[in-house]
């Protein structure tokens, strides 16, 4: 069975698509893009055809990421604006230096960089204690590695809660990016065994301001919390995929006892 590409459907196609998965209408559309209800209609059916700009400017008030532009471009009959290039070209030295640096900077908390699709691209020496004893395979999708049962599930305190959290945001990134990968990724994630309660909505309990990452780790329970980071202007489809993810001790304890177990 030959599953067909984005750019092999028509663009109007694509752009209605793209429009009913923003939940926006026409009009809405319109109002956002400046550009009359009648003349995307005729886009989407086909009776008019689209300039280059005109792909672009639709792409960026339908907020597509840039894979999902070229995708656009394409089905329009125009060639691809953004590039993707692999981490480790000459291009890219930059962008895998500040990485790096900001890893060794992180150390000795744990910090990871993932991809679109949650692979680990990246990670600092921190990350070590989280990984100790877990299967490589496992590790080569932070998801995966975070919630298998053969993986950091089984010394996480607070399982439900902190999977609950990393299955929201993965159903925010399906909800932006429309990617059937990440859609198939959930719904193998969601057939892992979990024995405590996950709740719907993440409400704080009292005195809680985040929800933390609880493990136990070498002999005793860690806490942390994490930030993450994208790159603010990225023009290349591998540098606006990426995401760091630094994780920052929760309490007092933990700190003391990750700057005792470095030095």
Do not use: K
């Not at 960089?113 to 490589?136: K, Q, S, T, Y």
């Amino acid at each position: 069975m030959t599953v067909a590409t984005p750019y092999q459907r028509s663009f109007g196609e694509l752009l209605r698509q793209w429009r009913e998965h923003r939940r926006m209408s026409q009009l809405d559309l319109s109002n956002r893009a400046e550009i009359s209800t009648r003349h995307i209609s005729f886009l989407e059916t086909g009776r008019a055809t689209p300039s280059r700009d005109m792909v672009l400017h639709l792409s960026e008030h339908l907020d597509l990421p840039l894979r999902e532009r070229n995708h656009l471009l394409l089905a329009a009959g125009y060639a691809p604006v953004y590039g993707e290039s692999p981490l480790a070209s000459p291009q890219m030295a930059a962008v895998y230096d500040a990485i790096r640096r900001l890893l060794s900077a992180h150390d000795p908390f744990p910090a990871v960089v993932v991809d679109r699709l949650w692979n680990l691209v990246d990670a600092n020496d921190g990350i070590g204690l989280l990984a100790e004893g877990i299967d490589p395979d496992l590790l080569g999708n932070v998801l995966r590695g975070s919630l298998h049962p053969e993986g950091l599930a089984p010394h996480i305190v607070n399982l439900g809660e902190w999977r609950a959290h990393l299955l929201g945001r993965l159903r925010r990134q399906i909800t932006l990016t429309a990617d059937p990968r990440l859609a198939e990724l959930y719904a193998e994630l969601r057939e892992y065994p979990c024995d405590q309660p996950e709740p719907e909505v993440e409400l704080p309990g009292p005195g809680d301001i985040l929800v933390p990452l609880r493990v136990r780790r070498a002999g005793r329970e860690l806490s942390f919390f994490s930030i993450v980071a994208t790159f603010g202007t990225p023009l290349d489809i591998t540098v606006s995929e990426l995401a760091i993810e630094s994780f920052y001790p929760a309490d007092p304890a933990t700190a003391a006892f990750l700057h005792g177990s470095s030095s």
